[in-house]
């Protein structure tokens, strides 16, 4: 019961319903009231008339049954109707001698009662009469009643379309309620999408101009958080960058100074002992350039910075350039096939050639002696494609989604390599808003293909 529109709907309708049913228990009294109105107005109406026909006969009191007495109860329900007539020194004069006698009432007011009659529940009522002979009153008592069937349809037809107006307000309110909270609850839903769309690393304020005052104050201490994250996370970076380019420095003096001690020693015990302390400075440059390759692959990423036209025919020959002596160590076949010349789109050429670099180079590490790597180049719809192809082992399926995790390695353990290539391709390629795809060839080996989109200055 978490659910914020499910908890707003229960905090209405809870109370409408209330509400509404006392609204049902006021309106079924209400038509109560009127249906025994009426009923009685019936029966007092027949009493008057019996107590109209009451007279002296030769002495004596005496009464006739009037028919319009008992025509005005004629109705489809046919209730059964009695009556008794009886002077007040209990003589029955006409009617039910056996119906329940009626108590004298003060005045001409007439007494309602309910009463019970050969198992019949009935609604009586009773009036005096009095009559003046020969400076004497004599008083008779005038009882009417009638069964309750016409009374019941009367409150049914009184009460229950009331209660369906009522069953049926209370069921549009409700549509009603679900479709404003479901219209007012649409920014929110908005909001949870644009968040769900968005990358881990994306720390960009969240729009609050479709939200409700309410709710405004909630995203903005969202956003507060989010700055404050994102200058933690932007110096994190900064040290990252930082600490390697002061190492950079240290590194390749220490490099160039291994390099003239080689040539000097001709110790061979000392020479073999300088190689293995000059490759291990080699991979703490390479290290160094992969960490500021990804420092400014990440800073790039939301920086709004201007596009330059690249052409990637150029830009690959590039790379090829500067892999070719690494592919020559390793005498594996290094070329480039372009199905257009013309192949150039609006990006940014540093972390596009990053990329590439990257692609090429994990490529030429993994692929063993002999072998061959393959860059294509061609135009993709309006946009262009980079395919490098291999003839290595290829990566698992199941490693296809963490081989882009920085000092991720797969299953190569036993290469060279730091594991942060893929990771500045993958950092690179959503700085320039391009998809990668890894692919495994039929023939072996692996197809890393990267589709980029137009996109003009």
């Known amino acids: 019961m978490n659910q914020l529109r499910v908890r707003l709907l229960l905090w209405v309708l809870v109370p409408m319903t209330l509400v509404l049913a006392l609204m049902a228990v006021l309106s079924w009294q209400n038509a109560r009231r009127t249906a025994l109105l009426v009923q009685d107005r019936r029966l007092l109406a027949s009493a008057e008339v019996m107590a109209g026909a009451v007279g002296w006969q030769q002495g004596r009191l005496s009464t006739e049954t009037p028919p319009a007495a008992l025509e005005m109860f ?95 307000l209370l069921a549009l309110a409700l549509a009603l309620m679900v479709i404003g909270l479901t219209l007012e609850l649409k920014p929110l839903l908005i909001l949870r999408r644009d968040l769900q769309a968005r990358e881990a690393e994306d720390l960009t304020p969240l729009g609050t101009t479709q939200l409700q005052r309410e709710l405004r104050p909630i995203v903005e201490t969202i956003n507060q958080y989010a700055t404050r994250l994102t200058a933690q996370v932007n110096i994190q970076k900064r040290f990252i960058a930082d600490a390697a380019h002061q190492l950079r420095t240290p590194v390749a003096l220490m490099s160039t100074q291994l390099d003239y001690a080689a040539h000097l020693s001709k110790d061979p015990e000392l020479s073999e002992t300088l190689r293995a302390v000059r490759a291990c400075a080699r991979r703490q440059k390479d290290l160094i350039n992969q960490l500021l390759s990804l420092s400014h692959a990440e800073s790039s990423r939301g920086a709004n910075l201007p596009r330059k036209k690249a052409s990637l025919l150029h830009l690959a020959q590039d790379v090829l350039v500067d892999l070719s002596v690494l592919a020559d160590d390793k005498g594996i076949d290094l070329g480039l096939s372009a199905t257009s010349t013309e192949a150039s789109i609006w990006t940014y ?109």
């Open 74 to 168: 004629a109705s489809r329900e046919r209730d059964r109707v009695y009556f008794q007539v009886r002077a007040v020194s209990g003589e029955v004069l006409a009617g039910w001698p056996d119906l329940a006698k009626g108590v004298p009432t003060a005045g001409n007011a007439p007494r309602y009662s309910d009463i019970q009659y050969h198992g019949d529940a009935l609604r009586m009522v009773t009036m005096t009469r009095h009559l003046y002979r020969d400076g004497r009153t004599s008083a008779v008592l005038v009882s009417v009643a009638e069964s309750r069937h016409a009374y019941f349809h009367l409150l049914g037809t009184l009460w229950r379309p009331v209660l369906v107006q009522e069953s049926a």
């Open 349 to 457: 050429p540093t972390l596009l050639h990053a990329m590439l670099f990257n692609l090429v180079d994990n490529a030429v590490r993994y692929t063993p002696h002999g072998g061959h790597v393959t860059v294509h180049v061609g135009p993709d719809g309006e946009g262009a494609i980079l395919q490098v192809d291999d003839t290595g082992p290829g990566i698992p399926d199941t490693l296809k989604a963490r081989v882009f995790e920085r000092f991720s390695r797969g299953s190569m353990s036993d290469n060279d390599g730091f594991g942060l290539g893929l990771a500045i391709v993958s950092e690179a390629a959503k700085a320039c808003g391009a998809q990668i795809e890894l692919a495994t060839r039929p023939g072996g080996g692996l197809s890393a293909i990267v589709r980029l989109p137009a996109s003009e200055t």
